[in-house]
């Protein structure tokens, strides 16, 4: 329920959308990479591209829930002060 909350919010951005949109037609159309007429191939690769996508999205969904860091906490530390320059190693 919180997924479908996700690709329907405007914060969600269009990607997930478009992937999801793309997956569900890759499904119902019949021009597939392996045709729906062999038996069992041919319904792997549908679902295939059914389970990437639900995987991508979910994965965006996962992404956008994490607190973000702010810029101080994600830049690496030289272990420099203020205007020093970082010492290097030899």
């Given at each position: 329920?919180?997924?479908?909350?996700?690709?329907?919010?405007?914060?969600?951005?269009?990607?997930?959308?478009?992937?999801?949109?793309?997956?569900?037609l890759y499904l119902v159309f019949p021009t597939d990479l392996?045709?729906?007429?062999?038996?069992?191939?041919?319904?792997?690769?549908?679902?295939?591209?059914?389970?990437?996508?639900?995987?991508?999205?979910?994965?965006?969904?996962?992404?956008?829930?994490?607190?973000?860091?702010?810029?101080?906490d994600a830049a690496p530390s030289s272990g420099a002060g203020?205007?020093?320059?970082?010492?290097?190693?030899?």
């Amino acid at each position: 329920m919180a997924l479908w909350r996700f690709v329907r919010s405007r914060e969600s951005g269009v990607s997930p959308k478009v992937l999801l949109l793309l997956a569900l037609l890759y499904l119902v159309f019949p021009t597939d990479l392996v045709p729906d007429v062999l038996p069992l191939a041919g319904w792997l690769d549908d679902l295939g591209v059914i389970a990437f996508a639900l995987a991508w999205v979910n994965r965006a969904f996962r992404r956008s829930k994490e607190p973000t860091a702010s810029r101080e906490d994600a830049a690496p530390s030289s272990g420099a002060g203020p205007g020093e320059s970082p010492a290097r190693s030899i």
